[in-house]
């Protein structure tokens, strides 16, 4: 069983800053990638962010120069520093652990409103 432990989510006013985080904990033994996808109303999952175990980032076109990807490989923690928040970034954010087989964090809601 893997367990994956999101916190960081939250209302923001447009152009604030949140910091979302995300460990793994569990029966695993390898954690090749990390990331973040998120899922506004209405519309599909989309990824967001994601990271390799040696640290090569990948971003959707919408948040890159905004948002940041980092992860503490010692830690099994995934982060997500995201700046210069627009009311286009609402959705539910999800993390995602490539192990053995893919895992997925229960979500959490991020709202940039004024």
């Known amino acids: 069983q893997v367990q994956l432990v999101e916190s960081g989510g939250g209302l923001v006013q447009p152009g604030g800053s949140l910091r979302l985080s995300c460990a793994a904990s569990?029966?695993?033994?390898?954690?090749?990638?990390m990331g973040w996808y998120r899922q506004a109303p209405g519309k599909e999952r989309e990824l967001v962010a994601t990271?390799?175990?040696?640290?090569?980032?990948k971003y959707t076109d919408s948040v890159k120069g905004r948002f940041t990807i980092s992860r503490d490989n010692a830690k099994n923690t995934v982060y997500l520093q995201m700046n210069s928040l627009k009311p286009e970034d609402t959705a539910v954010y999800y993390c995602?652990?490539?192990?053995?087989?893919?895992?997925w964090g229960q979500g959490t809601q991020v709202t940039v409103s004024s």
């Open positions: 990271i390799t175990f040696r640290g090569v980032t």
């Open positions: 995602w652990v490539q192990a053995r087989h893919d895992y």
């Open positions: 569990g029966s695993i033994f390898s954690i090749y990638g």
